[in-house]
């Protein structure tokens, strides 16, 4: 279907754009250029935090935390938003090993528990994670599209992916235990930053609910 195709277009520009900050982006919703709807323009910048502004907004990039890499063989670098931004839905953790974007549901939900105590139930995080480790200890030969890899160590990958993004948001953004109960804190859900980015947003949180 048009609408789906323009969902899956729109997530792998996206997620590229997100991998390679330094590489200029441009999506338009029509062939032609010069009288189609421009979803999604990155300035090639080299900084991550511009990548997110175009694909998120630029008020979910003024809310990402910096993650920096610890000590160790497994190097984890990102953003990761500030606790009071969330989504409805997971999905919006995109993880990129040496490069290559990637689907982890386990990975997703280190990201997750990272976050525990500090969203409402029901919300989830934003984060854009870049994850650096010697070749040899990742078998990408596991899916038919590359899409999911398989570590060596993957109890010490998601220990070191939770406490990377635990430290920055609590290095950040200290912020007092969330409960199940309505919080006086305002809790942003913010939106994407273009119309086919929305749309594709739509149709992701309804294959999640």
């Known amino acids: 279907r048009p609408e789906f195709a323009l969902n899956q277009i729109a997530s ?8 390679y900050p330094a590489v200029r982006f441009s999506l338009t919703l029509d062939a032609d250029a010069r009288s189609g709807r421009q979803a999604l323009l990155t300035s ?12 998120y907004g630029p008020d979910v990039a003024a809310a990402m935390l910096p993650v920096q890499p610890g000590e160790g063989p497994i190097a984890v670098d990102g953003l990761a938003a ?13 993880v990129y090993v040496n490069g290559r974007w990637i689907q982890s549901r386990r990975l997703a939900y280190a ?17 854009v ?33 939770q406490r990377a993004v635990r430290v920055a948001l609590l290095e950040c953004a200290p912020v007092a235990t969330a409960s199940a109960a309505p919080s ?12 086919l980015l929305w749309e594709h947003a739509r149709a992701l949180e309804r294959r999640q609910a």
């Open 12 to 19: 792998v520009v996206s997620h590229y754009a997100l991998a």
């Open 44 to 55: 090639g910048s080299g900084d991550l935090r511009d990548a997110v502004a175009a694909v």
């Open 82 to 94: 500030a606790p009071h931004v969330s989504r409805a839905s997971r999905g919006y953790v995109s």
């Open 111 to 127: 990201v997750e528990e990272a976050y525990r105590g500090m969203l409402m139930v029901g919300r989830y995080p934003i984060a």
């Open 129 to 161: 994670l870049h994850l650096r480790l010697p070749y040899e200890d990742v078998d990408v030969n596991v899916h038919p599209t590359k899409a999911e890899v398989r570590f060596r160590d993957e109890s010490g990958v998601f220990g070191a992916v």
């Open 184 to 195: 006086a804190r305002l809790e942003l859900s913010v939106q994407p930053s273009s119309p």
